[in-house]
């Protein structure tokens, strides 16, 4: 959830590291700090709220040296204050953390016991408290860093320099992400290649236990014993360029505006156009084999899967469970080995969607990986990755990852469905021509873009909002619901169409707007039922729909916005674009930080 960035080289580091702290400001963002060696001692800046703050303060008060580690914080213990701001540490050390270290309390204990004064309440000074007392003892910075770490339990990724080693930097990390960028006579420490893009293309991504002694020139691999381990130089494929906002007014309206690229390049990986077959990458268990399917992801991801579960029990037949990471890691349900374990996830680091991986395998399930970061934990820990092909998201608000893993699983519903026997040549040439022919239709969604700044009017001074849609135009009403929370803050609901009567119909009036993703499917009329009861209690409509549906909606909406007409298996990615762009159309009017709103952060690494 925070980001880590160092650098030893030769040239400035402060703005190196702030350039990279820029970058990764998307994975935390309540307060800020830079370290350097100046003339052999550790200075620090650290600054509460934005990265601006960092950078006023660093105006006032420079901080030279060639040797410099930052970070940008998601709180977790300790409130977002400059105390309690990274790089922690001494006159001896500093140090960046990304993590948990859940035996803090008693690692605290023993050090506060051994003299040792702590001045924040984190859990990450712990590390810094911990390096400094075997400093204090003799140690050299290797041999006191690899005596703390192999104390040290939870998630962490750790940067670390020390007074009077100019030019000398260690790594390490556990279950959280950290990779090494190679430059020429300078090296770099990153949370991510997003950090490092600019700086060089030459990254080495680090497992888990190990720790790396980084100087100008080189980079040891070890574990936590000091055992040499290899790690490989990747040539990543992140330009510097590809992170700007190219002239969108946030990283989600240009992300918004991706849609229509992702999906077409996400069916370039998964369907050969000419033959209309859909070509999984190889895998290492037969579709036609599994019992069953589970399916964990959090969030928006876990909207995903519930879109995936209508179609792989519709289409392919095969029973589907489906819960929440962070319900499904603890329930420990009876499952069937052999099954097929589905993980959606962005990032790839999502704790309790990597935790839900770890204890699926416990089970012997197959596990395959839908992710968007290449070189994540859930990618290395999985039997196969189906990837998505969005790009960087920078936006908190996962908007082109959605329908980019609704393309990886509408293809891996096709070839399921195949496998099983459940779909002849003919019927799968029509389902993939719908695929493909869904990135035109997509980009035909912005000329709605009018219809949905008037809807968006209304909806900006609602309270509360309930999002409507049956079947899979359900998930569709969740992602548009926990989009407007997320990035407006207008409290939002979303209920099976069906379900209103049943409860949420009471609180219908004229003050509560009722969004409903309503195309022309076999759930048309039972829908549009729902959304005259509704009516008839003075709700206010405002509809998605399609060309086939406008007429029969116009008579009871009082906005729609109506969308090209496509096969019904791919309306829930078609729809799912405006749906999000009426968020983002609500938070603009609001003025929220639209790309980084409050207590959030873009990748949950914390339980
Ligand atoms: O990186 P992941 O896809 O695993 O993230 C899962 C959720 O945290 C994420 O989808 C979250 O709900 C988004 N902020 C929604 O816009």
């Not at 918004?256 to 069916?267: A, C, D, F, N």
């Not at 909002?465 to 926990?482: I, Q, T």
């Amino acid at each position: 959830m925070c980001g880590i960035c160092g650098v030893v080289g030769r040239r400035h580091a402060t703005p190196i590291v702030f350039e990279g702290l820029r970058r990764l400001e998307y994975r935390g963002y309540d307060s800020a700090g830079i370290a350097t060696l100046v003339d052999g001692r550790v200075e620090r800046r650290r600054a509460a709220g934005k990265l601006d703050n960092l950078a006023a303060l660093l105006k006032k008060s420079p901080l030279p040296g060639t040797t410099g580690i930052g970070h940008t914080r998601w709180a977790t213990h300790g409130a977002p204050t400059a105390c309690n701001a990274h790089p922690h540490g001494t006159e001896r050390v500093a140090i960046v953390h990304n993590g948990i270290i859940e035996n803090f309390e008693t690692l605290r204990r023993e050090l506060e016991a051994a003299g040792q004064v702590f001045e924040t309440e984190t859990d990450s000074e712990t590390i810094a408290l911990l390096v400094d007392y075997h400093l204090q003892q003799g140690l050299e910075p290797k041999e006191a860093a690899l005596r703390a770490l192999r104390r040290l339990e939870g998630a962490y990724a750790v940067a670390m320099i020390f007074a009077g080693h100019e030019g000398l930097m260690i790594g390490a990390c556990h279950s959280a992400p950290l990779a090494v960028g190679f430059g020429d006579d300078e090296m770099f420490l990153g949370s991510d290649s997003l950090a490092l893009a600019p700086l060089t293309r030459r990254i080495a991504y680090m497992e888990d236990g190990d720790c790396v002694v980084i100087t100008p020139k080189s980079a040891e691999f070890m574990n936590f014993d000091g055992a040499p381990v290899e790690r490989t130089i990747q040539l990543t494929a992140l330009a510097a360029g590809s992170i700007g906002k190219d002239g969108y007014r946030h990283y989600m309206e240009k992300e918004l505006h991706e849609h229509p690229l992702v999906i077409g390049q996400t069916l370039q990986r998964m369907v050969d156009p000419a033959s209309r077959r859909v070509i999984l990458p190889e895998l290492p268990f037969d579709l036609a084999e599994v019992p069953r399917a589970v399916i964990t992801a959090c969030g928006s991801a876990f909207f995903a899967g519930m879109i995936g579960r209508y179609w792989l029990e519709e289409i392919a037949r095969l029973p589907v469970d489906i819960d929440v990471a962070s319900e499904m890691r603890y329930r420990n349900p009876p499952l069937t080995a052999g099954s097929l374990g589905l993980l959606i996830s962005q990032s790839g680091e999502t704790a309790d969607t990597l935790a839900a991986l770890r204890s699926l395998r416990e089970k012997a399930i197959h596990i395959a990986s839908v992710l968007n970061v290449e070189h994540s934990t859930m990618a290395r820990e999985s039997d196969v990755v189906l990837g998505t092909v969005a790009g960087p998201e920078i936006s908190v608000a996962s908007t082109k990852a959605f329908t980019a893993q609704l393309t990886v699983l509408a293809c891996l519903t096709i070839a399921t469905a195949r496998a099983r026997g459940k779909l002849d040549t003919l019927a799968e040439e029509h389902l993939v021509s719908a695929l493909l022919d869904l990135p035109s239709r997509a980009a035909e969604v912005f000329n709605q873009t009018d219809a949905i700044r008037a809807m968006a009017q209304v909806v900006v001074e609602a309270r509360d909002v309930l999002y409507l849609g049956r079947g899979s135009m359900f998930p569709v009403a969740m992602e548009g619901a926990l989009k407007l929370k997320e990035i407006s803050y207008i409290h939002a609901e979303a209920y099976a169409a069906g379900e209103m009567k049943h409860g949420p119909i009471s609180l219908i009036d004229r003050t509560v707007p009722i969004v409903a993703t309503v195309p022309s499917n076999a759930l048309f009329e039972k829908t549009l039922s729902n959304l005259q009861e509704a009516k008839a209690r003075g709700g206010r409509l405002l509809v998605f729909t399609d060309t086939k549906g406008a007429e029969r909606v116009s008579a009871i909406a009082e906005q729609m916005v109506v969308l090209p007409h496509v096969h019904d298996f791919v309306a829930p990615i078609l729809q799912t674009i405006p749906v999000q762009m009426l968020a983002y159309e609500v938070a603009v009017l609001k003025g929220t930080d639209v790309d980084q709103p409050r207590n959030l952060a873009k990748s949950v690494t914390v339980e």
